[in-house]
């Protein structure tokens, strides 16, 4: 098992940006993919981007392309999501998860973070 602690959530204006942060512990990242899902109050929660174990390849959900970037430091334990051109439909719940052989469905990945809120005002 690995241990996913998230940071970096808070209030920004829409057209505004932040960058989450994925801190891993008990074990290394480097045998997972990576990603982060979403959920917004009343809504299931949604795939938003993942990241292969090595980083050389992401996806991104419709939704986000464009405007998020996923990255991973294998060293450091550590994955960020950088948004960029936020907009008030990205407020929710930001989760880090890490699967053995995760895809875009939530059911593909065995660790989760607690979350960490992100609020886009307009």
């Known amino acids: 098992q690995v241990q996913l602690v998230e940071s970096g959530g808070g209030l920004v204006q829409a057209g505004g940006s932040l960058r989450l942060s994925c801190a891993a512990s008990?074990?290394?990242?480097?045998?997972?993919?990576m990603a982060w899902f979403r959920q917004a109050p009343g809504k299931e929660r949604e795939f938003v981007a993942s990241?292969?174990?090595?980083?050389?390849?992401?996806y991104n959900a419709d939704s986000v392309k464009g405007r998020f970037t996923l990255s991973r430091d294998n060293a450091k334990n550590t994955v960020y999501l950088q948004m960029n051109s936020l907009k008030p439909e990205d407020t929710a719940v930001y989760y880090c998860?890490?699967?053995?052989?995760?895809?875009?469905?939530?059911?593909?990945?065995?660790?989760w973070g607690q979350g960490t809120q992100v609020t886009v005002s307009s």
């Open positions: 990241i292969n174990r090595s980083g050389a390849s992401t």
């Open positions: 998860a890490a699967g053995l052989f995760g895809r875009t469905i939530v059911a593909s990945y065995e660790n």
């Open positions: 008990g074990r290394t990242i480097s045998t997972y993919t």
